[in-house]
């Protein structure tokens, strides 16, 4: 039997007075791709930032045993840490701006990486780096590796992380909810990349990822951790097809059917309280009539610059777009392909050229609801003066307690409570901050809501929440939506009709 690459055995890990996880036990060897499943909250990184030596000194840790490539993690003194970081064990993270530095190129920041590592000549450690960009399908990587990060799309610098964590060949890698910001076919061919890679190379792979669809097709193994303790383990393929936990089920059920459009969808409360049965509609395209919106001849560029030569990048080109009431119009397509830059153009944020453009209602009526709510929100204020300010600006005739009530009631609206308006955004969950992202886009009375990618990085019980608030809002005030994402089973259930978009070749 050979030795495994990382061994906990019965590790229990507190915070404070909170035990995130309970009587853990994990073993992966060479070769051998695990996934570790479960939602936001669930304790599924904290073991992963242990076999780092990235915990928080704060963490009180009890273990029968916690073993990294054959050294005791409890005895690893820095040095040690720092040689195997990078070289033995490599982590990719889920939000690559975290791992790249915004005023350095793309293939400088990689070539550290080898520099730091290897005695490599300067033209060996380029080939390396664009032998592995292009591993990764990253279009024309000598371009990309004269790019910067703010340069590439979110699902690019999400690739060129993955790149500088296969740099070294290390025998562990841990990837933490990589594929997130990525569409489906990208996605696909990054975690069947890892896996070969685990395969060829006789490294070990620890994914950790909320969605248990995906990585049942890309693991070995499977552990489903619920509230920091494991609820069931096997073989990736018999959970998958036999799940026996009531939450392991609750995970699938969540995800949006392939066919038909049931509303609403399940949520995992239903399979803890033992309800699995809910009454449901067919959510139904309405009929044509005059578009609302109405786009001819769409063209979007971007002014770049390579070495001394400026040049256009032409992100959309001639895109036709019509929209009618009381519809949701699906744009889809992989990273970089302009379906968020046509949405920006729509609300004014993108400079555009078109043959026609006809909007039918008050354009400050169109609102848009950004994929990362926490940036979205200003982080020192409290809820109540964001949802406020919304409301200044479209309800300038309310009084200061009209404006009041009427926050309390979008909160309420979206799910959330009335008290939330004196907390700040750190005090929420990501899935509560988009619901907050939903409620100031309402607060204007829209007529028309971009979603711009608003459940990519949600765990999939929660998106199944998001999307069904989305369907009832859309119900209840008669909006229409474009609805913008790269997961195409998620476009399917929301749409009534798709527009898939291509990238334009450099």
Same mark, same amino acid.
């Given at each position: 039997m050979p030795t495994p690459v990382v061994k906990l055995e019965h590790l229990n890990i507190s915070f404070g007075q909170k035990q995130v996880l309970h009587d853990f036990s994990l073993t992966i060897y060479p070769g051998q791709s695990l996934a570790v499943v479960g939602e936001t909250g669930s304790g599924k990184s904290v073991g992963a930032l242990l076999s780092m030596g990235l915990l928080d000194s704060k963490a009180k840790i009890q273990a029968k045993s916690a073993n990294l490539l054959g050294h005791s993690i409890s005895n690893m003194f820095p040095a040690l840490w720092s040689d195997i970081r990078g070289k033995e064990v490599a982590m990719v993270f889920q939000d690559p701006?975290?791992?790249?530095?915004?005023?350095?190129?793309?293939?400088?920041?990689?070539?550290?990486?080898?520099?730091?590592?290897?005695?490599?000549?300067?033209?060996?450690?380029?080939?390396?780096?664009?032998?592995?960009?292009?591993?990764?399908?990253?279009?024309?990587?000598?371009?990309?590796?004269?790019?910067?990060p703010h340069e590439l799309s979110g699902g690019q610098r999400q690739r060129v992380v993955i790149a500088m964590a296969l740099l070294l060949d290390p025998k562990l890698i841990i990837a933490? /909810?990589? *594929?997130?910001? =990525?569409?489906?076919?990208? $996605?696909? +061919? #990054?975690?069947?990349?890892? %896996?070969?890679?685990?395969?060829?190379?006789?490294?070990?792979?620890?994914?950790?990822?909320?969605?248990?669809?995906?990585?049942?097709?890309?693991?070995?193994?499977?552990?489903?951790?619920?509230?920091?303790?494991?609820?069931?383990q096997g073989p990736a393929k018999d959970i998958f097809e036999h799940p026996q936990h009531a939450y392991t089920k609750g995970l699938l059920a969540c995800r949006p059917p392939k066919q038909g459009r049931p509303f609403p969808l399940?949520?995992?409360?239903?399979?803890?309280?033992?309800?699995?049965?809910?009454?449901?509609?067919?959510?139904?395209?309405? /009929?044509? *009539?005059?578009? =609302?919106?109405?786009?001819? $001849?769409? +063209? #979007?560029?971007?002014?770049? %610059?390579?070495?001394?030569?400026?040049?256009?990048?032409?992100?959309?080109?001639d895109q036709d777009l019509a929209l009618m009431p009381g519809e949701t119009l699906g744009l889809i397509g992989p990273s970089g392909s302009g379906k968020s830059t046509i949405g920006r153009a729509i609300v004014g944020l993108n400079n555009h050229e078109y043959k026609h453009w006809k909007y039918s209602g008050d354009r400050s009526k169109i609102q848009f609801i950004f994929q990362d709510p926490y940036s979205a929100l200003n982080s020192g204020k409290r809820i109540g003066w964001a949802l406020d300010q919304v409301l200044r600006k479209h309800h300038s005739h309310l009084s200061a307690a009209a404006r009041l009530a009427k926050a309390k009631a979008l909160l309420e609206e979206v799910g959330l409570q009335a008290s939330d308006l004196q907390k700040k955004p750190s005090?929420?969950?990501?899935?509560?901050?988009?619901?907050?992202?939903?409620?100031?886009?309402?607060a204007a009375d829209p007529e028309l809501l971009i979603c711009d990618e608003i459940v990519s990085a949600l765990d999939v019980s929660v998106q199944a929440q998001v999307l069904n608030l989305l369907n009832g809002i859309k119900k209840n005030r008669g909006l229409s939506m474009i609805f913008i994402s790269h997961d195409p089973d998620v476009v399917k259930y929301m749409c009534d009709r798709i527009i898939e978009l291509e990238p334009i070749p450099s």
């Open positions: 701006m975290s791992s790249l530095h915004p005023s350095i190129r793309i293939g400088k920041q990689l070539d550290e990486v080898l520099k730091r590592h290897t005695s490599a000549l300067a033209e060996q450690r380029k080939s390396k780096i664009l032998e592995t960009l292009a591993e990764l399908q990253l279009p024309d990587p000598e371009h990309t590796y004269s790019k910067y933490d /909810e990589p *594929t997130t910001a =990525l569409d489906k076919a990208v $996605e696909a +061919t #990054i975690l069947t990349l890892l %896996r070969n890679l685990v395969k060829e190379r006789g490294c070990a792979l620890w994914l950790i990822s909320h969605d248990l669809e995906v990585v049942a097709e890309h693991a070995d193994d499977v552990l489903v951790l619920f509230r920091g303790k494991t609820v069931e399940p949520v995992l409360q239903d399979f803890l309280r033992g309800k699995t049965v809910v009454e449901k509609e067919e959510l139904v395209a309405p /009929e044509a *009539t005059d578009p =609302l919106l109405q786009i001819e $001849e769409l +063209t #979007i560029g971007f002014q770049r %610059r390579k070495g001394w030569r400026k040049y256009t990048q032409w992100v959309v080109r005090a929420f969950s990501g899935g509560q901050r988009q619901r907050i992202g939903i409620a100031r886009a309402l």
